[in-house]
């Protein structure tokens, strides 16, 4: 491709309401316009990379077993009532009418026609296992759309369902596509992360969502650099920091600290480290309470008296709600009142400690506060706290728990390292949905022994327009965008230097252009006869990995001049051996 | 791929609604499914032939020099607002509201949407000309969808817009589309005809439909075989059929013709053949009439004396109303009421004639009227003919105009040879749109002397999904679709007999199914282990355009035997030998 014969158009600035940096640099090198909110167009430029991510998302698909199809935008309402999203989805289902007054609406997502395909196709056991994929474009009403195509209505997915006569064959399936989702980020030169993941509102067990790592994630990741271990933080297990509890040393001690209602004043004043300090955590359990979605408000109590917990969590570490969710009789707990603490430890928060508490009181103690000798809690009278505090010399042993959020350093909870802590953004995800939809619509088969069976299904999608966003999100700088090679619009970038003026350069500009076409690669001549300020400027905002300057300067000596976009400094390069230099960089970028 | 690995579901019967052969055949060969009116699922098969259809569009529009981007198929109201089509357009255009209450359509086309890009983006004249295409998915809501994807609501498009500074740019941009469509249906392996064509809606002028001929097309197009004239039949030009007029052999006589109202009774009862009789069309012309949509219905006529003209037609040809409606003067015609032809010819239409006529009269006689002698016209007394007419002897010269329908058999305007008739279906329309959006839209770009002018624009569609429809209605036959190679969902299909009990054949067929992907050839190998009657039956149906069968009895003789889709017999064919056969006839069928 010549850039006299592509639509290049870059700008200086962003506008004021691109908040994050592939939003901005997207715009700024010209990859989309924005149409409407959330509704972009996808110019010559931007398009290039999409296609080229949809060709190696299809090539793993295809290798998976998966086949593609196509199915419509537009859904004729009557299945989605089938499924009863017609009424659980919220505002974001885009519903409209025709002509005739019937109702549709612009998918979403596609599992309700998808199982209606499968209950008319698939009669027979013989006809599966059989996944199904297409590339498509979606949407979804946000009502704020924002960050570009990272969070647009209108999107281009990836779906892909799968169905088996059982929840082998669905394991089996989701196991093909896990493995897929992996190569297919891998080949597209991407850091990512698969991570266990709770289910979301669509239902069912077993899920992974797949994170392209990035500052500006939108969701925390623990992982172990070792090892493939990663999770949410929220779902990460937190082993104990101590393997063996330590002997007493220290006699108990009340010891006045006053002002001091937080850990970390407790420990300066006491010139400990924090790592000494244990915090106290009230909850009030309500007798059938309803689970309610926000559980951390204190609230007056209810009419019964409820039961209280005590939870004990190391001085630096913090509460992991979920974790704390799942306790056995936790639902409907909540943050006890001033009242009632005062009431049940005779003092108010912030010198509260498991020592000479009601026996009504359940103590709950994380695992690594229950390996913890020698540490310092609340005395349960105001100003004051307990040094040298030991479990079954001063307080009996306590219901341990893992109740905390992981920390970077933390021991991986495979074994194999220690833990660290990224930001991701979602860009796939892969579920075991199992029956839900085929129970509600009736898709059943016929088995072995000609009884009718639900149909067990799985869903795995890619957010291709997002993979744009969140791969910028982990490759750009102060100049622009970083492209990996597998998804660049366009792998190297020829700058000649004095185009039009100079013979002997566009000669040069023109054989080495030539040859690198022959070589397959995807390489785009700067024939616009630009200053080279404005070209290179342009190209690195562009994010083009490799760039080849031509100079009337360096062809007295037989050279061209290469630097790759991360490189801090260019390179010379004899002219023959420029294209072979290029195309092994390139070669050696898409090897995975 | 292996048939086990793809889904196959062949039906024996398509629905009842499925009117027309291509949608009962791509029901029937499981390539599409119904979700909704108009509305289908590309399944597995049916995708692989649009999806190669795209690659050929593909390649041709960038070969063009177009640029391929990608709008949204959500549009918002503001812009078709400005163009006025929010009020023009009819209850096709799908309008609907967002969860805020904001207006948008899904696009059945994208003139607005590019128009804005266009005034956004293109500054200066140095960045034109330029053309712009996408492959979308687009939506227009017809009242009564019909012919599966032949006119389906939810549809596949190419659409492409050229930007030039003046006429002359546009023209040369169109010529580029127009040659690149005569390459994309060439290679596609369609027979098809760019035929001129009047503007629809759209509004400009210059535009041309590529049509794919077969019997069953809505459009009747006179072609020339012998070179590449083509028109719709409703403006192609009549010829004179007569070279030079004869002198009048005959003299002029009243001849009895009781109850010969019409030509063809005329002619038997006098024995000659049809294209000695001239037929007669009174019309009336009201003073400062409006146009009317059915010009052709009588009317009584208005307040002030109509205008009568007489038109003149050999016996065998009919009327063309776009030609009638060019004629000066004939704004407003209608056909004359009876009481309007007795008072002025003083007799009842059937034996109306040239002759006698009073001077208010005035006479058009078509082309080769024009030319005639000796010919035959009603006497203006009912009951009576005259023969032996002749121009200047028996009445004045007329004034000469191409007024009727071609017929197959009549000179090519061009010069080359005889005109054929054929019926086509419109897959493809170029059209010069010239300032109509972009004067709307205040869409302008700086010339060479600063001056801000408004672009030039083209608009040039494909209807991808329409092509597949149009391709089997020009190719099937009782036992199926007979695709053309370059859309085939597979090029080849190995019928292996006895696959499963049969070592000897499951080695054959997997060794030259290897073979063949090997040599890049799209195959298929049937190894469901379905009886040979079942696989025939199936492949034929979906048709594949080659097949090869693997049978025990022929490996005997090391044979395999080969059959084209459009072979009445097998051939039995070399095992060796196989492979390079396939490959060459693929080959000879790829070359345009």
């Known amino acids: 491709m010549k850039a006299s014969g592509f639509f290049i158009n870059t700008l200086k600035d962003a506008p004021a309401d691109a908040e994050i940096a592939s939003h901005q640099l997207m715009l700024r090198a010209g990859m989309i316009r924005r149409v409407a909110g959330g509704i972009y167009t996808y110019m010559p430029l931007g398009l290039r990379a999409v296609r080229k991510i949809e060709v190696i998302v299809r090539e793993e698909m295809n290798r998976a077993g998966a086949l593609e199809l196509l199915m419509p935008a537009v859904q004729p309402a009557e299945l989605w009532q089938e499924s009863q999203r017609w009424t659980q989805y919220g505002p974001e289902l885009l519903r409209l009418k025709d002509r005739h007054q019937r109702e549709f609406v612009i998918g979403p997502t596609h599992e309700e026609v998808i199982t209606d395909i499968a209950r008319k196709e698939i009669k027979s056991y013989r006809q599966m296992p059989v996944t199904f994929y297409q590339i498509q474009t979606k949407f979804r009403d946000e009502i704020r759309p924002r960050f570009g195509v990272m969070r647009g209505r209108e999107f281009i997915m990836k779906d892909a369902y799968s169905f088996d006569q059982d929840k082998a064959g669905l394991e089996h399936s989701y196991q093909q596509m896990y493995e897929a989702y992996g190569r297919i980020f891998k080949r597209l030169g991407l850091v990512f992360r698969a991570v266990a993941a709770d289910n979301g509102s669509i239902g069912g067990s077993g899920s992974h969502e797949f994170h392209v790592i990035a500052d500006t994630g939108e969701d925390a990741i623990a992982y172990c650099p070792a090892s493939d271990y990663a999770a949410n933080v929220e779902a990460a297990d937190a082993l104990p920091l101590i393997e063996q509890r330590g002997e007493p040393q220290a006699t108990l001690t009340k010891v006045a600290t006053p002002n001091a209602e937080k850990c970390e004043k407790v420990a300066a004043i006491l ?10 955590i009230v909850l009030a359990i309500d007798a059938n309470a309803e689970v309610d979605a926000s559980p951390l408000t204190p609230q007056g109590s209810g009419g019964s008296t409820p039961q209280i917990w005590l939870l004990l969590l190391r001085g630096d570490h913090t509460l992991n709600e979920v974790k704390l969710g799942k306790l056995p009789g936790a639902t409907g707990y909540r943050l006890a009142s001033e009242a009632e603490i005062i009431e049940c430890f005779g003092t108010r928060p912030g010198y509260l400690g498991p020592i000479g508490t009601p026996k009504s009181v359940k103590v709950f103690a994380d695992r690594t506060v229950a390996k913890m000798s020698d540490f310092i809690v609340g005395a349960n009278e105001a100003g004051f706290h307990l040094t040298g ?24 909870p495979d074994g194999k390292g220690a ?12 579920f075991q949905l199992g029956t839900r939809y085929s129970q509600a619509l009736g898709a ?29 999100e982990q490759n750009f700088d102060a100049r622009g965008i970083i492209w990996p090679e597998a998804m660049a619009p366009f792998e190297v970038v020829i700058c000649p230097i004095g185009y039009e003026r100079s013979e002997t350069v566009r000669m040069a500009a023109q054989g080495v252009y030539a040859k690198l076409l022959e070589m397959g690669i995807d390489v785009i001549l700067d024939d616009r006869g630009e200053r080279p300020g404005v070209m290179f400027a342009d190209w690195e905002l562009i994010g083009v990995p490799h760039r080849l300057v031509i100079s009337e300067r360096g062809l007295k000596e037989s050279q061209f001049e290469y630097q790759g976009r991360r490189d801090a400094q260019p390179t010379l390069v004899e002219m023959t051996a420029a294209p072979e230099l290029i195309c092994a960089k390139i070669r050696a970028a898409f090897e995975y």
Chains 1, 2 share one sequence.
């Not at 010139?271 to 106290?280: F, N, Q, W």
């Not at 833990?419 to 892969?430: D, F, N, P, W």
């Not at 009884?451 to 999608?461: E, H, I, N, S």
């Open 444 to 472: 059943t088969y016929l088995d072995e022994s000609g009884k009718a069976q639900p149909m067990v299904m799985g869903c795995y999608g890619i957010g291709i327009s997002r993979i744009l966003g969140a791969a910028i």
């Open 271 to 280: 010139g400990v480290s924090l790592e000494h300090t244990v915090k106290s």
């Open 419 to 430: 833990l660290a802590i990224c930001r991701g953004i979602e860009v796939g995800h892969v």
């Open 389 to 412: 505090v030991n479990w079954g010399r001063d307080l009996p042993e306590p219901v341990v728990a893992d109740l905390r959020n992981v920390v970077a350093g933390d021991p991986s």
